[in-house]
């Protein structure tokens, strides 16, 4: 194959371009002539001459090889290739790293990318570099394998320009080296590393104009390693810090960022002595007029130094004087100094900022004025001081303050590497290299030629090593090959430090006494002028030119010379030295060995003789010699290169600039990577892969499955002729560039030819059956139109013929009509004639009628006015006489008033009044207070009303429609009205109008009743569908929300308890290490051997509540619920009452034959005031009241909850057995009622008593039944609450009322009916009324009685004491009646207590039985665990001993279901149940057996009522468990083994606590096996962490086996075979790693199958031994999600496989696990939504992606996040030529869409998925229906030391 046959009309090539760099054009001709015609993509025409085939323009990539990840895997490898092929992934795909053969290129995307979090570090952990898509991890990763692997240390070297992000590189390969190999010792070394980064870029980064945070010094940190590879500490070397920065600075610059930082604090009091304020007052700060960063905040970053300051072990004491250093050189900035005339120079003595400087720094400020302005010279013995001028005093200055600076960041870095230092000598280290980039700018000088001969030895030593690897590759390969020539840069390396060369000049230059940097370049032009690589400019003499590696660059020789002597006066050292700050001293007192100097000091006097020689190193030999040692180190390690290149000049995001590109690519070195791989074979193919690619170019014959290398080189035979092309490896085909390309066009036409012969015949299939179809369809359509003309002709003869006849019919018509028209109209006539005489005769009867009633009125109004006058005159008359006769009877009262027996009348009437008037006003208050009372209810009714009202308006409303057609009724009959009057005579019209109303009306009103009622259906069915939609929705959003909140909770829980046991088990390791370090053999307790349960402990401990809190604990458990301290076990027999109760007039004795009590009460004889009766009637009156609350209460409660709800029932049962209690408490009291009647015949006062007291029991009786019967109709309504809910739901009611949709639907349907109620409101508004009235009745009644009351009172006062005896009577049987309520109270209590005693007294009989002491019949039958007469079991006989013996009878034993054992058998028993059982026994065993076994022992330690016996015994459970899964933690069958019988004791001890709430499934038995000593709920929250703990463990086994099968299974493996057509791959292909070479552990073909097999086996596992469907389902849950994490994240980072094809192989993969739950019947529980995000994203690959398709594609992708839907779509690469690529406005039409949903997705910005998460786990109770007493000991189980009760 020639050159020219690539150069045909379509090729792409490249054309220069001095804007773009490089441009694309089109062929529009073959290449012939020496001619090249090309086209630009915006139309422009240019043809270029070639003077030979070598000058033709370079060829473009296929469309296919665009945008890879190795820019060596391009076919065409040149500078336009590189370029363009960094744009398409920058800009197109937003992806900043790219590898170039063993090169990362990294370009600043000037914004925040999520690429850096845990989950990215974890997913590129144990990755090869070319596995995943490029970036800073996987190079870190390669060297830290390498490091594993090859037992070498390595290193990493990250180059660029400033801005270009060489920092931030190194910064996240050094967290990436702290995150995977963290520190195993306690001092956090890797916190301390990434802690020292805010500190190094506070004093040594700066804004620059090419970058806000720019490193003004270059760096080496090593990482060390232990032999376990764990980071043991870092050390940090320094190189070339820019101290001339801290004294000026350039336009748009700022100083280092310390100062500014300590600018921001000033206002703190804490910084107040240094006396700082805005940066702007200072001459060091305010040169380059750029005060702040934007997006930067000064103050916040002091507070982050200041921290990591503390954390690398700086006192705040020395911090402070480091503050005070740093202002210091602020203020030494600030000095003024004055030109004192001639060669003389001053400072004013109030210069404040003097006083400031020497008061920070703690020296004399007369001193420091002085030897600013003169210095001292030595001649011979004499000592001379000499003014310096003004210039000289300023440079002096500013000396001053750099060499302050710089010995205080060397005093930093050397504290930071004494924090840093490992204790040892470390194994390995790692060395990560931030170091500055090639510079060249318009005027260089000493900085730009130390920067640019560093660079210079890196590229030599970059060249070298990349020459190496290639040369490695083709010796491994067996293929022959030629030396590949490369640039060597050593002649220029020669020229700058070899002898004579410029440092050495240099240095000679500057022992000069008068050396000046003009006489410096003279030399240089005349020794220099023999290298080839140094130039003198035409038009300057003094610059220099130097042909560096990537450009040439001139040197100004001004300022070499001064910097590189840094020279500083030996005066001011010596001050400095005297300084009282203890940090000043010591900065400047420093040992040379220590810490050598780079400033060389002007001595004073001869130099002294120990003075080393190292102390007069000039700044350039210094940095020769450390960069010298910096490259012993790199070629004693193993380098990888990261080289930082900075896309634009105005740090916009992802903005690339072509032309400062390609300068830096130029200058990296990358393009010389590109020409040596190109210059040998650089396109590297696998055999199989090539085959799979290529096998289309060959036949059927050619293919020897054996033999892939004989098949392929019959492919390539037939391809390419020319052998130099191409060569044969061991394992790989090597192709020269632009071979591939070749092959994909030969590729491509192979593929369009068959595509083209596919094509040809679909269309003519396709066309065939369309002619077909068209024939077939003609003759169809003739038939039917040919019946259709026949069936028109005699469709129109038939019209035709009726017409004729409708004409004669409609004539005939007419005539008719219009006859009977003229007969209507005559009529008519005649009608309105007779009518009008007929009005007229009837007007004239009118007025004659009205005239005559006109008369009679007027006559009888005469009449009545002459009566009225008369009468007025009589009226008069009589008056008068009556007036006369007063006057008369006046006078004679008058006399008669004045005598004294009249007022003796009066006064005994008034006393009476107001007496009556006192007594009216008592009751009128009481009536007032009962009518307020009833006023507020009225309140409460009106308001209730008003609801009413507010209802009956809304039916108002609905009723409009009713009067519309009202008024339209009332319109009409008022026409009907008005043409009645008119038309009175046509009586016939009339009686048939009135017909027709009636009709309509009686239509109109069944319409209006018809539509009425619809629309209050409509209306009630709207309201309820409204009401229910309301109350789901709210009802769903609760639930969510509780669901939620509930699982955030238990999630961090169980995050804490396994940050516990990590914990917990990492002390272990230590103190066992400990251990073995002190050499002591003695067994020593851990914290896992000692208990955490013990209850001598008396610290509180918080825990977390098991499931029974969410069950509702019932009124009157709190004494037995209540809890005192974790692990603590509380014996309830143990609680007693208050029992200081007055007893001192009872006596009390227990019968033997019968369980009734005599009490005997002493009446005292002494008398009480009438007084009582009154109290009696309050204490009745608070009963009532009492009464009343209790009964609301009820009636408030049975409302609130459900009659279903477990509480209710619970409730229910509860109030059975209190009727019963209060049943037998009320037969008690009749026993003692009769028996103190009995005691006291002759009483008649007693008697009366009994009578009232048998009274009041009635009435209590009637009350009880009323309230009974308000229940009943409660519990008729829950039950027609319940036929809804049956009819609704069937059988499964419990769910519903589980879930509290019982109650929601109750509510609904109140609501729904809630106009029907208002006939039954009116009603309850009527028995209300009732009810007020029937209490105004009773409350006179009571007045009267109060009446009645007060005049007794009144009697009893005024009455003798003879005449007393009935009152006292009545007033002793109140106070009998009193005494008889408070001894009622008293038997109560005293009856509760004999109950608790009687509990007391049988369980320590039986203690004291098991003990073996003798004791009498009567105490072994109080201690019989039977209950009842003990002598029905056993009979006693006493010895002559005195020893008991039981006499067993021959009766059938029935079993309590416990096992009896010793306490000193304990750790026997857990040996075998736990230490010793093996899983292989445990499956021939019954599911849970030890755990029974377990809890049958705990109940019989719960039976004696022995504490210490059951604490031991679950102390060694729960020690035992941890002790088995700490040493068998890596066996699965012993850790689910062990989950599922903690899970069964934990479900054990809930199933019998004697908790209500878990006693719902219980039989009988079961519930009298409950627990009855102790309230075991602590230890069931310690069984439950520990089942957490070992789920997680579990979780952790299944996971570690089934990662390495998630990426072969899921996305490697093909049902077809090479369906997805590998692409070429370069030097970082997949196998082609140089740090790891490692085959997958699984072939992908048999991933899949080994996958499903290891999720069976886990499933039988979890099956075999018992686990919970439950629990079971969370597993595969959470391992279902870590398969879709993982994978997900893989294919996220891997750009290979982001294609259709693969999409559908994925898919395809992802139906097998749906299929697998499908069978083991998990796909109901929603574990296969798990694999949602896996899912979506292969569907995204398959999808169609046009513009029509983003609505679907966004609604398609909700699982996923937007960045990983955005992430795919840059990734996604067609797999052929065919397929176009997705277009860049396509993905921004994707990104604006999903911005909407972006905005409440905070949780998912970032990109990969957490492959760390874990779902909360819960343990739903399981309660047992294996009955204890069924339980045997099987053989397998040496457990006879164990005997069954």
């Not at 323009?57 to 040149?78: A, F």
């Not at 005349?526 to 040197?555: E, M, Q």
């Not at 008024?967 to 009339?990: F, N, S, W, Y």
């Not at 060694?1516 to 002790?1523: E, F, P, Q, Y």
Request: charged content about 30%; aromatic content about 8%.
């Amino acid at each position: 194959m020639s050159v020219r046959e690539l150069y045909v009309k379509g090729a792409h090539v490249w054309i220069p371009d001095r804007e773009q760099v490089w441009r694309c054009a089109q062929l529009t001709q073959d290449y012939k002539n020496h001619l090249v015609t090309v086209t630009f993509e915006d139309g422009q025409t240019q043809e270029i001459k070639v003077k030979s085939d070598e000058e033709l323009p370079p060829l473009r990539n296929p469309e296919i090889l665009i945008g890879e990840n190795d820019l060596t895997s391009l076919s065409y490898l040149h500078e336009p290739a590189v370029l363009y092929n960094l744009q398409v992934r920058f800009c197109n795909q937003n992806a900043i790293y790219t590898y170039c053969g063993i090169v990362l290129v990294a370009i600043n995307p000037y914004e925040e990318l999520p690429i850096y979090g845990p989950d990215t570090i974890s997913a590129y952990r144990g990755h090869s570099m070319g596995d995943l898509d490029p970036h800073i991890f996987a190079v870190a990763e390669e060297a830290f394998t390498q490091m594993e692997r090859d037992n070498r240390d390595q290193s990493i070297i990250v180059s660029g320009e400033s801005g270009a992000g060489k920092t931030v590189s190194a910064k996240y390969a050094m967290r990436y080296f702290a995150s995977v190999g963290g520190s195993d010792s306690e001092t956090q070394i890797e916190k301390k590393i990434l802690a020292s980064n805010p500190i190094m870029e506070a004093i040594g980064n700066a804004k620059t104009t090419r970058n806000d945070n720019s490193s003004r010094f270059g760096k080496y940190i090593e990482l060390d390693f232990t032999r376990s590879y764990s980071i043991m500490g870092a050390n940090m070397r320094t190189y070339l810090l820019e101290k001339s920065r801290v004294v000026f600075q350039a336009p748009e610059e700022r100083n280092y960022h310390i100062f500014y930082q300590l600018c921001s604090a000033a206002s703190d009091k804490k910084y107040s002595h240094l006396r700082l304020g805005h940066q702007d007052n200072f001459h060091y700060l305010n040169q380059g007029s750029s005060p702040s960063i934007e997006g930067v905040d000064d103050g916040a970053d002091f507070i982050e130094t200041c921290k990591a300051l503390s954390l690398l072990g700086i006192s705040e004491a020395t911090q402070n004087q480091m503050f005070r250093i740093l202002a210091g050189i602020l203020h030494l900035g600030n000095i003024v100094i004055q030109d004192n005339g001639g060669d003389a120079s001053t400072i004013d003595k109030g210069d404040e900022s003097l006083a400031i400087v020497a008061e920070l720094l703690g020296i004399s400020a007369s001193e420091l004025k002085m030897w600013l302005c003169h210095r001292k010279i030595t001649s011979g013995r004499e000592v001379f001081t000499k003014p310096v001028t003004l210039s000289e005093a300023t440079f002096s200055r500013d000396a001053l303050a750099k060499h302050i600076y710089a010995k205080l960041f060397d005093w930093i870095v050397k504290e930071i590497n004494k924090c840093f230092a490992a204790p040892t000598k470390p194994f390995r280290f790692i060395g990560v290299l931030d170091i500055y980039g090639f510079e060249t700018f318009e005027i260089n000088s000493f900085e730009q030629f130390c920067i640019n001969y560093a660079n210079e030895k890196l590229q030599q030593q970059f060249n070298q090593h990349v020459f190496k690897l290639e040369q490695e590759e083709y010796v491994k390969e067996q293929i022959e090959w030629e030396f590949i020539n490369f640039y060597d840069n050593q002649p220029c390396i020669d020229l700058i430090e070899s002898k004579l060369g410029i440092l050495d000049l240099l240095d000679e230059e500057c022992r000069m006494p008068k050396g000046s940097d003009q006489s410096w370049v003279e030399k240089l032009y005349d020794k220099c002028k023999k290298w080839d690589h140094f130039s003198k400019p035409r038009l300057s003499n003094t610059s220099f030119l130097i042909a560096h590696f990537a450009d040439k660059v001139g040197y100004e020789c001004a300022g070499f010379l001064e910097k590189n002597r840094d020279t500083v006066s030996e005066e001011q050292i010596n001050l400095l030295k005297s300084s009282q700050i203890s940090l000043v001293h010591a900065l400047f007192t420093e040992k040379a060995q220590v810490a050598p100097t780079k400033v060389k000091v002007l001595p004073t006097g001869p130099s002294p003789a120990h003075s080393s020689k190292q102390m007069r190193k000039s700044v350039g030999s210094q940095f020769r010699d450390s960069l010298n040692l910096l490259m012993l180190t790199l070629n004693s390690t193993t380098p990888h290169y990261v080289r930082c290149i900075k896309p634009n000049d105005d740090k916009m995001a992802f903005t690339f600039d072509p032309t400062r590109a390609i300068q830096q690519l130029r200058a990296c070195g990358v393009l010389e990577t590109v020409r040596i791989s190109a210059a040998g074979y650089p396109s590297r193919w696998t055999y199989h892969e090539f085959f799979c690619r290529y096998r289309v170019l060959c036949t059927s014959r050619d293919i020897v499955r054996n033999d892939m290398r004989l098949t392929c080189e019959k492919i390539i035979a037939n391809m390419i002729t020319d052998e130099d092309k191409f060569k044969f490896g061991r394992t790989k085909i090597f192709f020269r560039a632009g071979q591939v390309a070749y092959m994909e066009k030969l590729r491509a036409d192979r593929l369009s030819a068959c595509g083209i012969m596919i094509q040809k015949n679909v269309r003519m299939y396709i066309h065939r059956n369309r002619f077909r179809r068209m024939r077939n369809s003609a003759i169809v359509i003739q038939k039917y139109a040919r019946g259709m003309a026949s069936r028109r002709l005699a469709h129109h003869m038939r019209q035709t013929a009726a017409a004729i006849k409708i004409q004669a019919c409609v004539r005939g018509w007419v005539k008719r009509v219009q006859y009977r028209r003229l007969v209507y109209t005559i009529t008519r006539l005649q009608a309105h004639a007779r009518g009008c005489w007929a009005r007229q005769k009837y007007q004239h009867m009118r007025r004659d009628r009205a005239a005559i009633v006109i008369q009679k009125n007027v006559r009888q109004w005469l009449t009545r006015r002459r009566y009225l006058r008369a009468m007025r005159g009589f009226v008069i008359v009589q008056g008068l006489v009556r007036c006369f006769l007063a006057r008369r009877q006046l006078k004679k009262l008058k006399i008669e008033a004045k005598s004294i027996e009249h007022q003796k009348k009066l006064n005994k009437g008034l006393e009476n009044k107001i007496i009556s008037l006192q007594q009216k006003l008592t009751e009128m208050k009481n009536e007032n207070s009962f009518i307020s009372s009833y006023k507020e209810e009225i309140t409460v009714l009106k308001t209730r009303v008003t609801d009413l009202k507010g209802v009956e308006k809304q039916l108002k409303a609905s009723n409009n429609q009713v009067s519309e057609l009202e008024a339209r009724i009332a319109e009409l009959t008022k026409e009907l009205e008005m043409e009645r009057g008119e038309k009175m005579d046509v009586l016939t019209q009339k009686e048939r109008a009135d017909k027709e109303n009636r009709e309509l009306i009686e239509k109109l009103n069944e319409e209006n009743v018809r539509l009425t009622k619809e629309l209050s259906d409509a209306q009630k069915e709207e309201t309820k569908r409204e009401s229910e939609e309301y109350l789901r929705r709210k009802f769903e959003a609760e639930k969510q929300q509780l669901i939620l909140e509930n699982t955030d909770e238990k999630s961090g829980y169980q995050r804490l308890l396994k940050e516990f046991n990590r914990l917990e088990q990492k002390n272990e390791h230590l103190e066992e290490e400990l251990a073995k370090f002190k050499g002591g053999n003695a067994h020593k307790r851990t914290a896992s051997n000692v208990s955490n349960l013990s209850g001598a402990s008396d610290a509180p401990t918080e825990l977390v509540h098991d499931d029974a809190s969410e069950f509702s604990s019932f009124p009157g458990d709190d004494d037995w619920m209540s809890d005192i301290g974790y692990g603590s076990v509380r014996s309830r027999s143990s609680e007693m009452s208050d029992s200081n109760r007055n007893l001192d007039n009872i006596e009390w004795s227990s019968q033997k034959t019968g369980d009734t009590s005599e009490i005997k009460i002493q009446v005292p004889q002494k008398m009480e005031d009438i007084t009582l009766v009154l109290q009696l009637q309050n204490k009745v009156r608070e009963l009532e009241k009492e009464r009343r609350n209790l009964s609301k209460q009820i009636d408030h409660l049975e409302s609130s909850s459900p009659p279903d709800d477990p509480q209710h029932a619970q409730e229910l049962i509860r109030l059975q057995e209190l009727e019963m209690e209060n049943a037998k408490l009320k037969d008690d009291l009749n026993r003692l009622r009769k028996s103190i009647a009995d005691s006291e015949p002759q009483n008649n006062r007693v008697q009366e008593f009994m009578r009232q007291f048998e009274a009041l029991q009635d009435e209590l009786e009637r009350r009880r039944e009323e309230c009974i019967q308000l229940r009943t109709v409660l519990a008729n309504r829950a039950h027609d609450l319940r036929s809804v809910t049956q009819t609704s739901y069937g059988k499964d009611v419990d769910i519903v009322n589980e879930d509290g949709e019982l109650v929601l639907a109750y509510q609904t349907q109140k609501q729904v009916n809630r106009r029907q109620l208002e006939d039954e409101l009116k009603k309850e508004k009527q028995r209300l009324h009732e009810t007020e009235t029937d209490y105004k009745g009773e409350l006179e009644r009571l007045r009267r009685d109060n009446e009645r009351q007060q005049k007794l009172l009144a009697q009893n006062l005024c009455k003798s004491d003879a005449t007393n005896s009935e009152t006292l009577l009545q007033s002793e049987i109140m106070r009998l009646t009193s005494e008889n309520l408070n001894l009622q109270g008293q038997v109560d209590n005293l009856t509760e207590q004999l109950k608790k005693y009687k509990r007391s007294l049988r369980a320590y009989a039986k203690k004291l039985k098991e003990a073996g002491g003798s004791s009498s019949k009567r105490s072994s039958a109080q201690g019989s665990p039977y209950g009842g007469d003990p002598t029905d079991m056993l009979d006693v006989n006493t010895t002559n001993e005195g020893e008991v013996l039981p006499i067993i009878r021959k009766k059938e034993r029935e079993y309590m279901g416990m096992f009896e054992y010793d306490r000193r058998e304990e750790m026997q028993i857990i040996r075998v149940l736990v230490y010793e059982l093996k899983p292989r026994v445990a499956v021939t065993l019954l599911p849970g057996l030890p755990a029974y076994i377990l809890f049958m022992c705990i109940r019989h330690t719960d039976h004696i009522n022995d504490d210490e016996k059951v604490r031991s015994l679950l102390n060694n459970i729960v020690n035992g468990v941890k002790r088995v899964i700490k040493k068998r933690h890596e066996d699965l069958d012993s850790t689910v083994l062990w989950l599922s019988n903690v899970l069964r004791l934990l479900h054990n001890l809930k199933q019998y606590s004697g908790d209500k709430a878990f006693q719902a499934e219980n039989t009988v038995k079961q519930n009298e096996q409950s627990l009855k000593n102790f309230d075991l709920s602590e230890y069931r929250q310690v069984l439950s962490d520990i089942a957490v703990w070992i789920y997680n463990g579990v979780i952790k086994l299944m996971e570690e086996k089934v990662q390495p099968l998630i990426v072969p299974s899921i996305l490697e493996h093909e049902a077809i075979a090479g369906l997805s057509g590998n692409k070429p791959g370069g030097m970082r292909g997949r196998t082609g790693s140089v740090a790891r070479e490692l085959e997958s552990p699984v072939e992908p073909q048999k991933a899949l199958d080994l996958l499903l097999k290891e999720m069976t086996q886990f499933y039988r596992t979890l099956a075999m031994f018992g686990t919970d469907p439950e629990l079971i389902t969370q597993v595969f849950r959470q391992i279902f999600y870590f398969i879709c994490a993982g994978s997900l994240n893989n294919l996220l980072l891997r750009k290979d496989m982001c294609h259709w094809s693969k999409g559908m192989q994925i898919r395809y993969n992802l139906s097998h696990l749906e299929q697998w739950t499908r069978d083991m019947r998990l796909h109901e529980s929603g574990v296969t939504d798990t694999l949602a995000p896996i899912i979506q994203a292969a569907q995204l690959l398959q999808a169609r992606k046009s513009d029509d398709d983003v609505h679907s594609i966004c609604d398609m992708c909700d699982k996923l996040s937007v960045s990983q839907i955005i992430k795919i779509l840059n990734l996604y690469t067609p797999a052929d030529e065919f397929e176009d690529r997705v277009p860049i406005s396509f993905i921004h039409k994707i990104q604006a869409k999903l911005q909407e949903r972006a905005e409440g997705e905070q949780a998912q910005a970032t990109l990969l998925m957490n492959t760390k998460f874990a779902f909360p786990v819960r343990f739903p109770f399981n309660p047992s229906s294996i009955h204890l007493e069924d339980i045997e000991l099987p053989d397998a189980l040496p457990l006879t030391m164990l005997k069954k009760v």
